[in-house]
């Protein structure tokens, strides 16, 4: 195995597999992609020592797009599939990319317990305020009186969640938002990400074309933070709370203790039958 | 024909007591004792739902063959008190040849205990402990009865010393002083003597402990699980002896994150495991799903509990089988095992983790609460499971070197494709739970859908299990056929038909799926009269069997569901019922 995990000549077009997006003209998911093989890239990660994870939905086929490992796995669990390679393999550089449906609504029990077990996980999660693969329905962050939905006519009528807050509450050390429409500042973030050693969030703002076309006036509606990055969870919490969800950046990093099992064989299973002996 | 435990040099008694009283210590105690003087042993105990300052039995039955199951009813019962009994009674058959021993002090033996017709002794405990030093009446009652079983009063101290291990220097000493005391003062005059001491050391092991250790024994590494009765001891054996073995074991906050914890562990190339109880695998059935598509190896232990929902928490049955079988969605074939004992849980969940990580595909293994919190002496497992010796060991086929044509899925021969870890440079693919082609991209093509579907059947139904798919004893034209924890009631109940001239053969499964159904058949034979045993009310197997077409027409079901524990006396009387009808 290449243990240096350094391999200097791959551009970021030699990240990407053969395998050709579902994705629908347009949709923001394309410029994830091209920013996490920039990343990979500017990191000179080895494909070999980098795995993408994946939950269920448009954005989860992105492990397939690049051309590493990758699990596309079942809805709502990428955070514990990353969790359990991560553990196992704690050489690996573990990247999990799912939807806003993935992650806040069948995943959020993982979400939570993933920010307060901060493992060196990188969680990009393409926030579009929509169900995308099973065609428009609300999710958790949608706004409460957005009645497109078939299953909501009249709207969800609940806060929307907020990510970055309930990350924050529950004890992730990096926390980013990021816009699809900015390939540049996502790639930047997404390297500062990656290279984070704990659990770190990113949430990208990725517009669906098909089912929320007004999304597209997101690009004038996001604006870089005006707050520098803070390691003050209850500054990050005034500023998160009092922020349009729109502010891009870099909105909090804190070093905290990484979880990592950290174990050398001193036993064998021979040793451990003898606690049996009479 | 008795009905009676027919075990030479040997009894069976319970232990019951308010909570608090000591009755498991003692229980435990008596156990290690009657290892160390020779005997095979088995410790099963009964708890209600309480967390603490409930009801407690421990029961104990000996003697110089291995102990399989509890028998019939109790030799002795030793009430430390007598509160809360009633909610025992009736896990605690009496009859008239049964002892029950008492304190004098303690309040009158309630009623339903006394319609056994069995004697009573009252015995001077509370007042030989009152004349220790923080005396116990269960220690002075355990030394009593030691004597009055004919075990040699070194082995109860030695018994003693191992199991209040943890315990202060004088809290041990008190204790020994209350069981020698009580040794003292027993009237054993009429003592069996006690066996000799065996030629090879044997184990004290729980069913639980005996899961974690077949784990570890199959290379299991990395174990994640969210905690639940009757499964939690498992994960507690494992958690800090992984460490020592350089794996890890991490508490997940719930079965859908530990199932697909593994998932992704086992994707990394570490075996792993997990084990859970009814509610939780319910949980982790669409997991499996994706580990069985993804080709993923992974175990799970299910130590099965009363269902359904919640149930009965704290006491056994064996009604998952058709969830471990069919709970699935989709074609998903995977490995469905039962171990059918407690030393076979060692062997069986050794087996398992070998055949998923060789199969690369998911295999339940089921224990049940009977198995997993009781404790028996046993002679160590050997080396490997089911002449496994005999054939290369099993495990993963990992893709060794840069291949420019890996292709993941890529269906081979015998259906088993190697597998790239995550390191490789030139494996890379992406596991896949969507339907996919042999290089691992999504597909919904008919063609790879059938390919795949074919695949991951034909390396599951295409291997040979080699003889550990079944425990077989006894030759006759009755036949018992059962499986799991019910193989322990079945093989004595056919041993005592034998004994009593009606010639009866005992099949107990350990694979029940795939079914080796020609092995199967084979050894049904031309069999008269068939029963199947199982404990749980809709008889699981038994519709299974017939729905596999592996069984003959006029084999008939006996199954009864938890948490009273299947007796042998009851399985003799349903073959027999049955046999005397057939020959009028
Ligand atoms: C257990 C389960 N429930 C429901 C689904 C159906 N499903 C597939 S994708 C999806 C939502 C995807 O939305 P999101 O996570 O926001 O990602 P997007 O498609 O918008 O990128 C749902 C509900 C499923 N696959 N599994």
């Known amino acids: 195995m290449d243990v240096a995990g350094i391999t200097p000549t791959l551009r970021a077009k030699d990240y990407k597999s053969d395998v050709a997006p579902v994705w629908c003209p347009g949709c923001g998911h394309f410029a994830v992609l091209s920013a996490v093989t920039k990343a990979l890239a500017h990191l000179k990660l080895a494909k070999e020592r980098v795995a993408m994870i994946s939950g269920i939905g448009c954005s989860s086929r992105l492990p397939a797009y690049v051309d590493a490992y990758g699990f596309h796995g079942i809805h709502g669990r990428a955070l514990p599939i990353a969790s359990g390679l991560k553990a196992a393999r704690p050489d690996l550089t573990v990247i999990v990319a799912g939807g806003d449906g993935d992650g806040f609504s069948i995943g959020g029990n993982h979400f939570l317990h993933a920010c307060r077990r901060n493992m060196d996980l990188t969680y990009i999660v393409m926030d579009n305020e929509v169900y995308g693969m099973t065609k428009g329905q609300a999710s958790p962050t949608t706004q409460p009186d957005w009645a497109k939905s078939k299953l909501t006519p009249h709207g969800t009528g609940m806060r929307p969640f907020l990510p970055t807050a309930i990350a924050l509450a529950a004890g992730a050390s990096f926390i980013a938002r990021g816009f699809a429409g900015d390939p540049n500042g996502l790639t930047k973030l997404l390297v500062e990400a990656i290279e984070h050693p704990g659990f770190a969030f990113l949430q990208v703002l990725s517009p669906c074309q098909t089912f929320r076309p007004e999304q597209k006036e997101w690009k004038h509606l996001v604006h870089p933070s005006d707050m520098a990055p803070t390691d003050d969870p209850v500054e990050a919490a005034r500023f998160i709370q009092a922020d349009d969800g729109m502010a891009l950046g870099l909105l909090y990093v804190r070093r905290l203790p990484v979880w990592q099992p950290q174990n050398q064989a001193t036993a064998t299973t021979a040793d451990l039958e003898r606690e049996f002996a009479l | ?584």
């Open chain 2, 1 to 584: 024909m008795t009905e009676r435990s027919t075990l030479a040099g040997g009894a069976t008694l319970a232990i019951t007591g308010s909570g608090g009283s000591g009755a498991v210590t003692a229980g435990l105690i008596l156990l290690a004792a009657v290892g160390r003087a020779g005997y095979y042993g088995l410790l099963g105990r009964s708890a209600g739902p309480q967390i603490r300052g409930g009801e407690s039995a421990a029961m104990l039955r000996f003697g110089t063959q291995p102990i399989e199951c509890m028998g019939d009813c109790f030799d002795l019962l030793v009430g430390l008190d007598w509160e809360n009994v009633a909610r025992f009674a009736d896990e605690l058959p009496l009859d008239r040849n049964s002892l029950i021993l008492t304190d004098a002090q303690a309040e009158p033996i309630p009623e339903i205990l006394l319609r056994s017709g069995a004697q009573v002794r009252s015995l001077p405990w509370k007042a030989l402990a009152d004349a220790q030093t923080e005396g116990r009446v269960n220690m002075v009652a355990l030394g009593m009865v030691g004597a009055m079983l004919g075990l040699p009063l070194d082995a109860l101290e030695a018994g003693a010393r191992a199991t209040l291990g943890g315990k202060s220097a004088r809290v041990l000493s008190h204790s020994l002083d209350c069981v020698r005391s009580g040794y003292a003062a027993a009237d054993a005059s009429s003592v069996p003597s006690s066996a000799s001491a065996p030629a090879v050391a044997r184990w004290n092991i729980s069913g639980n402990e005996a899961a974690g250790l077949g784990a570890v024994r199959g290379g299991v590494r990395f174990v994640a699980a969210y905690p639940i009765t009757p499964a939690s001891e498992v994960l507690e054996w494992l958690a800090p002896r992984l460490e020592l073995l350089g794996g890890s074991l991490l508490q997940a906050e719930d079965e859908l994150a530990s199932i697909n914890m593994i998932i992704g562990s086992s994707f990394g190339g570490v075996p792993s495991l997990t084990a859970t109880s009814g509610p939780g695998l319910s949980l982790m059935v669409e997991g499996l799903g994706l580990a069985v598509a993804s080709e993923t190896p992974v175990v799970v232990v299910n130590v099965q509990r009363g269902g359904p929902s919640t149930g009965i928490p704290t006491k056994s049955e064996q009604s998952d089988l058709n969830i471990a079988l069919h709970g699935l969605h989709g074609d998903a074939p995977h490995l469905v095992l039962a171990a059918l004992g407690i030393r076979d849980c060692v062997d069986t969940v050794e087996w398992a983790v070998g055949l998923a990580e060789h199969l690369q595909t998911v295999a339940i293994v089921l224990s049940d609460q009977m198995l997993g919190q009781s404790r028996a002496i046993i002679d160590p497992p050997g080396d490997r499971p089911f002449g496994a010796g005999q054939r290369p060991h099993l495990q993963r086929l990992i893709a060794q070197e840069a291949d420019p044509d890996h292709r993941r899925y890529r269906p081979t021969p015998d259906g088993v494709s190697p597998m790239a870890l995550p390191g490789l440079a030139g494996g890379m693919y992406t596991g896949e739970g969507l339907e996919h082609g042999p290089g691992g991209a999504p597909s919904s093509r008919a063609i790879d859908h059938a390919e795949q579907l074919e695949k991951r059947l034909r390396k599951l139904t295409g291997f040979d299990y080699g003889p550990g798919w079944a425990e077989i004893r006894g030759e006759g034209d009755h036949l018992l056929l059962t499986w799991g924890s019910s193989a322990g009631p079945v093989f004595e109940a056919a041993q005592r038909l034998r004994d009593a001239g009606i010639p009866t053969r005992a099949i107990a499964l350990r694979l029940l799926a795939p079914l080796q159904r020609e092995a199967l058949l084979e050894a049904i034979g031309s069999a008269g009269s068939i029963l199947v045993v199982e404990q749980n009310q809709t008889a699981q197997c038994f519709a299974y069997l017939h729905s596999q077409r592996a069984l003959p027409t006029h084999a008939r079901s006996f199954a009864r569901p938890g948490p009273l524990p299947l007796r042998p006396a009851e399985i003799m009387r349903a073959l027999t019922e049955r046999h005397e009808r057939q020959e009028t």
